[in-house]
């Protein structure tokens, strides 16, 4: 990994040096738009509307319309602003994490101690994980002054920025005022449909399926030289859901939660076949086809 930020965290008199790394990665495949006449590249280029000119990105300002005027805003303006010119990540205060609503939460960055001594890097982590606390920060990254969460994860001390509190939208359903009336039975079926779907979160076990499926066919495409239907590579796909019944059916809610249970306890009730048994089985249907 490479460092994107180098700066402290600043409490109270304490300094703690820092460098920034991004948490997480993105895993999609990178796709390409093309022309569906001949495969050409399409490309986007950056033109000026007065004078039609193509423009390299280090001659592109930034600006603001408000509707008749427009302000224009120069790197040497933007850099000039106080916020964009701090390296602190400033403590704000500490609250019970339980306080901090997932909603807010962005992009997540780890902090990698940059100093000799990791003692006062150590001695908040610490402090965090024994207090149950989350530091809320303020920080400026990339132009913008942000909020964010300062937490523990594993032996590492964890970033995460935060939307403004005017950035969530409130909800507001009409539906949702009204006075819904919920039997004792449907409560109690949907809490053994709760239970048997229970687990222990284990992320490893979910994969990205669309992904997965996209670079069969990309495969698939590449070994033929040429092109391959989805149908072909991956099956078609009916009207009819997984098990054989019609989807779009509205089914009682009692009905659904009780399908829903004994669905669920079957299938994993139902001993997993090992990979070599399957293979005969279905070498045995195909014979017998």
Sequence with gaps: MRSIWKGVIAFGLVNVPVKLYSATEDHDIALHQVHDKDGGRIRYQRRCEICGEKVDYEHIDKA????EHTVVLTGDDLSSLPVEKSREIEVVEFVPSAQIDPIMLERSYFLEPDSKSTKAYVLL???LEETDRTAVVQFSLR??????????RGDVLLLQGML????VREARFPLLDQEV???AKERQMSAALVDSFSEDFTPEKFTDDYQEQLRQLIDAKLEKGDTLATEETFGGTGGEDADGEEGGKVLDLMEALRRSVEKNRSSKEKPKSTKPEAAAAKTRRKKGA
Excluded: C, F, M
């Design 64 to 67: 603001y319309d408000d509707g």
């Design 181 to 183: 009336k919920i039997t």
């Design 164 to 167: 403004w509190n005017d950035e």
């Design 125 to 127: 982590r610490r402090t």
């Design 143 to 152: 132009q913008k002054s942000r909020l964010g969460a300062l937490r523990v």
